[in-house]
């Protein structure tokens, strides 16, 4: 069964940078089948989709985020990960990870989730 | 970006009642459309994808319909444990977007 977990500081001062892991155990990140993505929800919010990477490195994001977003893959730790610059109040949220499962026919869905991260921007 | 709008944003009902959630999109996402549970404290689950495709493991009582700009996510007969917030998300274009959400409450 595959299972996503989120990693990182629960607390990240204004202006600094954002940085979670997110480790995949049960399949591994290099499959073609697959995109893994970024999910947040802001307090009383609702869900706002952060970007994607494919198993070959290229990403793509919310234009909302583009210019402070950067998502990477580490396949020799089947790891995944997002930084996010600059933050502000407004990046509170809980990060979840998620893998993303491509079909051309039925477009693009997140089958899988990590239990989430509350990452809280506070000085 | 595609706006996605859901309603009613609450609602309650009795066990056993059928429900019928709503979304709409402000273009059309032909049938690229998804829908999620999210209880609290949990990670959303994936229900329904590809507006009427049962996720596996989920109950049949979930079901989806609708293509083009408006879909319905039906609950034929409630169960206690379906009480939770409830996304539609479209992925017909980036970035992909959810609808705000309806808040399911039983009785």
């Known amino acids: 069964q595959l299972h996503l977990q989120e990693s990182g500081p629960g607390l990240v001062k204004p202006s600094e940078t954002l940085s979670l892991n997110c480790t995949v155990s049960?399949?591994?990140?290099?499959?073609?089948?697959?995109?893994w993505g970024w999910i947040r929800q802001s307090p009383g919010k609702g869900l706002e989709w952060i970007g994607s990477i494919y198993y070959n490195g290229n990403a793509y994001y919310n234009p909302s985020l583009k210019s402070r977003v950067g998502i990477t893959l580490d396949t020799s730790k089947n790891q995944f990960s997002l930084n996010l610059r600059s933050v502000t109040a407004a990046d509170t949220a809980i990060y979840y990870c998620?893998?993303?499962?491509?079909?051309?026919?039925?477009?693009?869905?997140?089958?899988?989730w990590g239990q989430g991260i509350l990452v809280t921007v506070s000085s | 970006d595609i706006q996605m709008t859901q309603s009613p944003s609450s609602l309650s009902a009795s066990i056993g009642d059928r429900v019928t959630l709503t979304c709409r999109a402000s273009?059309?996402?032909?049938?690229?459309l998804n829908w999620y549970q999210h209880k609290p404290g949990k990670a959303p689950k994936l229900l329904i994808y590809a507006a009427s495709s049962l996720q596996t493991g989920v109950p049949s009582r979930f079901s989806g319909s609708g293509s083009g700009t408006d879909f319905t996510l039906t609950i034929s007969s409630l169960q206690l444990e379906d009480a939770a917030i409830y996304y539609c998300q479209q992925s017909y274009s980036v970035p992909r977007t959810f609808g705000q959400g309806t808040k399911v409450e039983i009785k």
């Open positions: 273009q059309s996402v032909t049938n690229f």
């Open positions: 049960g399949g591994s990140i290099t499959s073609r089948s697959y995109h």
């Open positions: 998620v893998r993303d499962r491509v079909v051309i026919i039925s477009g693009t869905y997140e089958d899988f």
